[in-house]
Structure formats: structure tokens, C-alpha cells
């Protein structure tokens, strides 16, 4: 339900301002690289008539393109090697190996930041400040074990697909800074972005797998979609039966960003 909430918000918001709303698989984890996930996934969004303008994108072929990009910021790039030990007393990285420029296959990739602020307007959280030199200090583009950040992946992904607008969870939100960090030093056009609310049980815990969150009834789309509007503060009514794309139609008519509420109703299972 969780996901669907900003399935439905980010397809909400891009129609209405007349946009085309895509839909990439982030599946270069390679623990969660299984294609019957990807399966769940589009077979679910398709039964909540969640359509995407395009082909579904997966960033596992776009490797060349991240691979591209370490090399054209390989002035800011160092090799570390730190272990997790040596990092664990820290809340930032303390700079130990800035100054290992000579490539190695077991080291991990960090990125040099500057002691400058970094701003963004949020469509849902306002004006947001970060200092990535204060805030975790250089950060990781490449893992030791080879796999690309999620922030060098997404700043790319969303450059090269001039990506106007990134409606995700407030999960993120700290992902937010160090891309348009790279976005910056790649030349790439930065997104205007809004991040939700997460929906939580009653004691602030995330629904997720971990946290054993009922998976959704793709057969109850329509009831799925209803409660989803529910979530995100467009009070839809019990009584009516509609079809997934009716309740899409319904919500789109309705939809203002600005009618998210800051915290969102408590999830409880309805029947
Ligand atoms: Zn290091």
C-alpha cells in the first residue's frame, strides 16, 4: 500500500500538469535483481490501470553510461579503503584517502565534496539546505564489491532522460543532495522534486517487507486505488464502484499536491 500511495501520487501529479509519467526499475542491487519482482511489480501497476507513457526502463542496462561517468568526474574521484570499522566511530567520512587517485579494483569509489551549501525547493517539504561536507562528508559512487550508488545511478538515469519531475518517498530525501551534486559536476539538468510522506503503522514504524506489510490484492484494484486517495487527503467516497481507471479519472479531477497531508493517516488493514 505503501508503494502504491506514491505510485498513485507521482501518476497523479505528472497528468495533471500534462506530463508523460514513466516507470524505471531501479534493479542494479544485485540481491534484489530477481525478475519475478519486476514481474510483481508491473503486473500490479497494470491492474491499477497505472499505465506508463513508453517502455518500462531498467537501470541494470544502463551500466555503460555509469561507467562513462566515473571516468569524466575521475578528477574528484578517489579510492578508499577503508574498512566499515574504521568508519563506524564517525557520522562522516574523515578524508582518510583523498589522496589515493591510483585505481584499485578493491577499493571503493568516494566523490571530493565542497564545504557549500546545497539548496532545493521541495514541492511537499519546502525549502530544503544541505552541506554534504557536513552531512556525511565525500560520499560513495562505487562500492568495493563494484556496485554503483544509487545517487550516481538516479542523477545519471534521470539526467539523460531529462526527468522534469520526481514525485518518491520522503525515504529519499537524503539521496536528494548528493545527485544534484553529481547532476552539477555532470552538466545534467536537475529535476523539481517533491517527496511524500511515508505511510506508517500507528507507532511510526515504514510499511515494508521487513516490517511485514500485508502485500497488495491486485484483484481489489479499485478498492486499492480508493484507499490510497484516502491517504493522500482527497476523501473519496465509499459507496461508489468504479473501475481502476474511473477511480485514476475521479482522482485526477481532484488532485492538488497541496492537499497531501504532512503526516498521512495511519495504515490499518480495511476490509
Ligand atoms: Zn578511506
Known amino acids: 500500500m505503501g508503494s502504491l500511495v506514491t505510485a498513485v501520487a507521482s501518476y497523479l501529479d505528472v497528468k495533471k500538469r500534462g506530463g508523460s509519467w514513466f516507470v524505471r526499475i531501479d534493479d542494479i542491487d544485485p540481491p534484489r535483481q530477481k525478475p519475478e519482482f519486476t514481474r510483481l511489480i ?4 497494470n491492474r491499477h490501470a497505472l499505465l506508463c507513457d513508453g517502455p518500462i526502463d531498467y537501470q ?10 566515473l571516468t569524466s568526474l575521475r578528477d574528484s574521484l578517489f579510492y578508499c579503503r577503508c574498512s566499515r570499522r574504521a568508519l563506524r566511530e564517525t557520522a562522516f567520512y574523515p578524508g582518510t584517502c583523498r589522496d589515493h587517485s591510483e585505481p584499485r579494483s578493491d577499493a571503493a569509489i568516494r566523490i571530493r565534496v565542497t564545504n557549500t551549501p546545497l539548496r532545493f525547493d521541495d514541492e511537499i517539504c519546502g525549502k530544503m539546505q544541505y552541506n554534504l561536507a557536513e552531512q556525511g562528508g565525500d560520499f560513495i559512487v562505487r562500492r568495493r564489491d563494484g556496485l554503483i550508488s544509487y545517487a550516481l545511478a538516479t542523477a545519471i538515469d534521470d539526467g539523460a532522460a531529462n526527468v522534469s519531475h520526481v514525485l518518491r518517498g520522503h525515504d529519499l530525501i537524503d539521496t536528494t543532495a548528493p545527485q544534484l551534486y553529481l547532476m552539477h559536476k555532470l552538466g545534467l539538468n536537475p529535476p523539481q522534486y517533491a517527496h511524500i510522506p511515508l505511510l506508517t503503522y500507528a507507532d511510526g514504524t515504514k510499511l515494508s517487507k521487513q516490517t511485514h506489510a500485508p502485500p497488495l490484492n491486485s484483484e481489489a484494484a479499485s478498492k486499492n486505488l480508493r484507499e490510497a486517495f484516502f491517504y493522500l487527503g482527497l476523501n473519496p467516497p465509499t459507496a461508489l464502484e468504479q473501475t481502476p481507471q474511473e477511480w485514476l479519472a475521479w482522482g485526477l479531477e481532484r488532485w492538488r499536491i497541496e492537499a497531501i497531508p ?3 493517516p495511519t495504515f490499518r488493514q480495511r476490509d
Request: aromatic fraction near 18%; include cysteine; charge should be positive.
Open 60 to 69: 541494470s542496462k544502463h551500466y555503460r553510461h555509469y561507467y562513462a561517468a
Open 262 to 264: 504532512s503526516v498521512l
Open 42 to 45: 508491473t503486473d500490479c501497476l
